[in-house]
């Protein structure tokens, strides 16, 4: 991927859609209160907004009439990382913010969430029931004996039931955790006994790909191997009895209770994310309940541009930090569209389908399923009534060239393409959506506001048009608190500010353009380096992909122990093709003429199947590690793999080689 600052935009916003943007209202309103610059549009907003932190983040709070039930003393009190102080002194709570929208009597029966499944049946569930539910819900987990910091946890899919089951456990201040029911028994283990929590929300199953998946089981087991549990709460999705023991979802929701939400402090945990925890036990991620209120407010209501006209639906599961970002557009009074299902069942337009049935105006999604449309040959505009849709955003990994011209020709030219960057260990984006500024093919838009983002080389220079590692040199508010089970700070230390004492470094290689765009290049701790180049092996996917022949691929730079380089292409092939001479051929040539000569694999070899995070992620390092020689147990944690057996292809070739 090349920077495109000579080339034309690929869209432009116009002057009435600039104008009527909430960033726009926002910098004109700062401007008069809080002294932010009225000239020189987003650049001039995001310059100021790092440059005067303590008071972009106040103007922030105010903007959204963040209810602060005792007032802060400062805003940042001290703005070391790790361990930055945001308004001390302030209580509030995350989950009357998201219910606020009820209030409204010309809101209140207005849909709060749409719930879609493989059927295609559609349910939904207005303000005032939801704010009735969680109402209901919280009184149960006091009666329960749950107190402010206990932990509560979640094995569901995609359902209203998690968002009721989520918001009541924030309003009753207890942390909230989940995972997705397609993780099995030791994957969910590795996550919730790191944590202990007092009370399991569960499902009987979960349809997926036109299947039932039954977990009574797993249930069993989790319920054996989660000595804390005072509670069991089963929700019968499949229509099963509850287990002995167990109480019912529906006896807990019904009652008629106005909600009481707890007033914390600022830093009082709101959840435990989990990283995907290639090696060794997954990461438990801390996060605020005034952080994260301050972060998404910020990034749905002013980068993402959604409001209660708005319909928000990003495909996700609850064991990833989308979902999370997804439940807080309630914060900003939009309706959530909640999917629960196969992303290609019952074919690969099934995405694009509820985008249509649902009227969604923001459709997120990840850019493999964009470019596996583009594959397939799915035409969404022609076939669908997107009319609706605003912007689509993707993340996950960095959005090809050829997706953002698939989405432009596809969909529509006067789409909004926002591909956008960030991670679990913030809940937010780094860089991404800002609906003011124009589109260039590969680029994600901008640094996000109050992100002080940079480009940084190993000495920690600033780079503009190279690639560099990238850094985030001032606080954001939703990054971790601490993690759980790190008592001296030290494992949250490491993992992020081992390399610039101080500075955020989050594991990325990254361009900042000229124009002030940004390029992602894939993981720096698993770059390729060759010759003293540094290649992101996100271009390569790029290039190989666009081939017919491959369903996809990993590449690894491996240092050889006499000094010299490996670099093998890993291909996963399509049904019927063949890795002949002349596919090979074809591999190369494709990357040399997209890329360069050095960027070309000194082998291509064809694998059973491309191994990832149970979140989607390629693991390119684990599979480095088994190729320098490592066992495969110190190599990977077995529960964060979607299919353990593909990494003892790897394991054999790493015999073979030493």
């Known amino acids: 991927m090349t920077a495109a600052a000579n080339e034309a935009p690929l869209w432009q916003p116009g002057p009435d859609r600039i104008a009527a943007a909430a960033v726009t209202r926002f910098q004109s309103w700062a401007s008069q209160r809080y002294g932010a610059p009225a000239e020189g549009g987003y650049a001039a907003l995001h310059q100021w907004s790092v440059d005067e932190l303590d008071t972009f983040w106040q103007a922030v709070a105010d903007w959204f009439e963040v209810r602060f039930s005792t007032p802060y003393e400062t805003v940042l009190a001290d703005r070391t990382m790790p361990g930055a102080q945001w308004f001390p002194g302030a209580t509030l709570n995350y989950a009357e913010h998201a219910l606020r929208t009820a209030e409204d009597p010309l809101r209140a029966d207005a849909p709060a969430l749409l719930h879609v499944d493989e059927t295609h049946t559609q349910v939904s569930v207005s303000w005032s029931e939801l704010r009735r539910?969680?109402?209901?819900?919280?009184?149960?987990?006091?009666?329960?004996?749950?107190?402010?910091?206990?932990?509560?946890?979640?094995?569901?899919?995609?359902?209203?039931?998690?968002?009721?089951?989520?918001?009541?456990?924030?309003?009753?201040?207890?942390?909230?955790?989940?995972?997705?029911p397609d993780f099995g028994a030791r994957s969910v283990l590795d996550r919730f006994q790191q944590v202990e929590p007092v009370v399991l929300f569960t499902v009987d199953g979960y349809r997926y790909g036109g299947k039932e998946h039954h977990r009574a089981d797993t249930v069993a087991e989790l319920r054996r191997e989660l000595p804390t549990l005072r509670a069991v709460v089963h929700i019968p999705l499949l229509g099963t009895e509850a287990p002995e023991g167990a109480l019912e979802w529906s006896a807990l929701t019904s009652a008629d209770t106005e909600p009481v939400f707890e007033q914390v402090p600022f830093d009082h945990p709101l959840w435990v994310l989990y990283s995907s925890g290639t090696t060794g036990l997954p990461k438990a991620i801390v996060q605020s309940?005034?952080?994260?209120?301050?972060?998404?407010?910020?990034?749905?209501?002013?980068?993402?541009?959604?409001?209660?006209?708005?319909?928000?639906?990003?495909?996700?599961?609850?064991?990833?930090?989308?979902?999370?970002f997804l439940v807080s557009g309630l914060l900003t009074g939009t309706t959530l569209v909640l999917y629960d299902g196969s992303p290609g069942y019952p074919d690969v337009s099934a995405q694009w389908r509820v985008a249509e049935q649902t009227g969604a105006t923001l459709f997120g999604t990840s850019a493999a399923y964009v470019m596996a449309c583009r594959k397939a040959g799915v035409h969404p505009g022609r076939d669908f009534d997107l009319s609706r849709v605003q912007c689509v955003a993707t993340t996950g990994s960095p959005l090809p060239p050829d997706g953002f011209r698939w989405l432009h020709d596809e969909v529509d030219a006067e789409l909004w393409i926002a591909s956008v960057s960030g991670g679990t260990d913030v809940c937010s984006c780094f860089a991404g959506a800002v609906p003011t500024l124009p589109v260039h093919i590969g680029e994600l838009q901008a640094a996000c506001l109050g992100t002080d983002l940079r480009s940084w080389d190993p000495a920690g220079r600033p780079l503009i048009g190279e690639v560099g590692e990238l850094v985030v040199t001032a606080p954001m508010p939703s990054m971790p608190t601490r993690f759980w089970n790190d008592p001296d700070g030290s494992r949250y230390h490491d993992s992020y500010f081992d390399m610039y004492p101080g500075v955020w470094r989050h594991g990325d290689w990254i361009t900042i353009t000229e124009h002030g765009s940004v390029i992602i290049h894939g993981r720096s701790d698993s770059t390729l380096n060759r010759q003293g180049v540094r290649m992101g092996s996100a271009d390569i996917y790029e290039a190989v992909e666009r081939l017919p022949e491959i369903r996809e691929s990993l590449v690894i730079g491996l240092e050889e122990p006499d000094g010299g380089y490996w670099m093998p292409l890993f291909v996963h092939l399509a049904e019927g093709a063949r890795l002949d001479?002349?596919?090979?051929?074809?591999?190369?040539?494709?990357?040399?003429?997209?890329?360069?000569?050095?960027?070309?694999?000194?082998?291509?070899?064809?694998?059973?199947?491309?191994?990832?995070?149970?979140?989607?992620?390629?693991?390119?390092?684990?599979?480095?590690?088994?190729?320098?020689?490592?066992?495969?147990?110190?190599?990977?944690?077995?529960?964060?793999?979607?299919?353990?057996?593909?990494?003892h292809f790897y394991e054999d070739l790493a015999r073979k080689r030493h």
Request: with cysteine; hydrophobic share 40%.
């Open 581 to 647: 001479d002349e596919l090979r051929d074809s591999i190369k040539r494709t990357i040399r003429e997209n890329l360069s000569p050095r960027h070309v694999p000194d082998e291509v070899i064809e694998v059973p199947g491309i191994p990832h995070t149970l979140t989607g992620k390629r693991i390119e390092v684990p599979v480095k590690r088994l190729l320098q020689g490592t066992a495969l147990a110190k190599a990977v944690n077995p529960g964060s793999i979607d299919n353990l057996e593909l990494l």
């Open 133 to 180: 539910r969680v109402g209901s819900l919280a009184a149960e987990l006091r009666a329960l004996g749950v107190a402010p910091g206990d932990r509560v946890s979640g094995y569901l899919p995609n359902i209203p039931q998690a968002v009721v089951a989520f918001l009541a456990t924030a309003a009753v201040g207890g942390v909230w955790t989940s995972c997705a």
């Open 289 to 324: 309940q005034g952080g994260i209120l301050l972060e998404h407010f910020k990034q749905i209501g002013l980068h993402c541009d959604l409001g209660p006209d708005d319909r928000f639906f990003w495909y996700t599961s609850t064991g990833w930090m989308m979902w999370n």
